[in-house]
Nanobody, 123 residues
Framework: QVQLVESGGGRDLVQPGGSLRLSCAAS????????MGWYRQTPDQQRELVAD???????NYADSVKGRFTISRDNAKNTVYLQMNSLKEEDKAVYYC???????????????WGQGTLVTVSS
C-alpha cells in the first residue's frame, strides 16, 4: 500500500500575490512512480490537473498556472513539490497530490491520491 502525505497548505491564509509551497511524500512498497503531480478542486468544479512531472523531469502545467507555479520532484525521496507564486483568489481550492505507482516492470500502474490540503487565497 502506498501513502501520499501532503504538507504546506492548511489553515494559513495567503494574500493575493503571495507564495506558498506544497510538498507530498510517497511511502510504502512500490517499484516505480513514473508520474507525480497536483490536482485541485473547488466545491463548484471538478478536480482538475494543476501540474505533473515524470521521473525524467517532463512537466505539464494547466494554462491557468503557467508562469506562476513550478513543479519539481526529488526521485530519491519520492517527493513532489509545488511552488506557487503570484497567487490569485481563483487559486483557492483543495489541492490533492497524485501519483501513478507501478509495482513491477509489467504493471501499468495504479492511481493514488493524497488526503488534500486547503489553499486559501484572500485579502
Amino acid at each position: 500500500q502506498v501513502q501520499l502525505v501532503e504538507s504546506g497548505g492548511g489553515r494559513d491564509l495567503v494574500q493575493p500575490g503571495g507564495s506558498l509551497r506544497l510538498s507530498c511524500a510517497a511511502s510504502g512498497r512500490f517499484f516505480r512512480i513514473p508520474v507525480m503531480g497536483w490536482y485541485r478542486q473547488t466545491p463548484d468544479q471538478q478536480r482538475e490537473l494543476v501540474a505533473d512531472i515524470t521521473t525524467i523531469d517532463q512537466k505539464n502545467y494547466a494554462d491557468s498556472v503557467k508562469g506562476r507555479f513550478t513543479i519539481s520532484r526529488d526521485n530519491a525521496k519520492n517527493t513532489v513539490y509545488l511552488q506557487m507564486n503570484s497567487l490569485k483568489e481563483e487559486d483557492k481550492a483543495v489541492y490533492y497530490c497524485y501519483a501513478k505507482v507501478r509495482n513491477d516492470l509489467r504493471d501499468p500502474g495504479d492511481d493514488y491520491w493524497g488526503q488534500g490540503t486547503l489553499v486559501t487565497v484572500s485579502s
